[in-house]
C-alpha cells in the first residue's frame, strides 16, 4: 500500500508542480533510508508494532520493523485518517 499511497501524492503534487513532487520524492527516500539504517530513529506509531516519519509537516510514512527488515506500510497525508 506504501508504494501506491505514494505514486497518488506524486501524481497530485505533480499535476501543479512537477519540481515539487520530485523533491518530496526524494524527502521520502532520504527519510526510508534512515529508517533502514535506524530502525528506532523514529518515535513509536499510533498502531501498536508500528514507527512513523514525519515528511514535512503534511506527511508521513508508516512503517513497522521485524527482525531486520524495515516494512513500509503507508505514506499519507497528515489529514488522512489513520489508523
Excluded at 11 to 40: C, G, H, M, W
Amino acid at each position: 500500500m506504501a508504494l501506491t499511497d505514494r505514486d497518488a501524492i506524486m501524481v497530485y503534487v505533480a499535476q501543479d508542480n512537477p519540481t515539487a513532487a520530485i523533491n518530496l520524492d526524494i524527502e521520502f527516500e532520504s527519510k526510508a533510508e534512515n529508517a533502514r539504517l535506524r530502525p528506532t530513529l523514529y518515535k513509536p506509531g499510533r498502531m501498536k508494532g508500528t514507527r512513523e516519519i514525519i515528511v514535512r509537516p503534511n506527511y508521513v510514512m508508516v512503517y513497522r520493523v521485524i527482525g531486520d527488515v524495515v516494512e513500509m506500510l503507508r505514506v499519507l497525508h497528515a489529514a488522512q485518517q489513520w489508523p
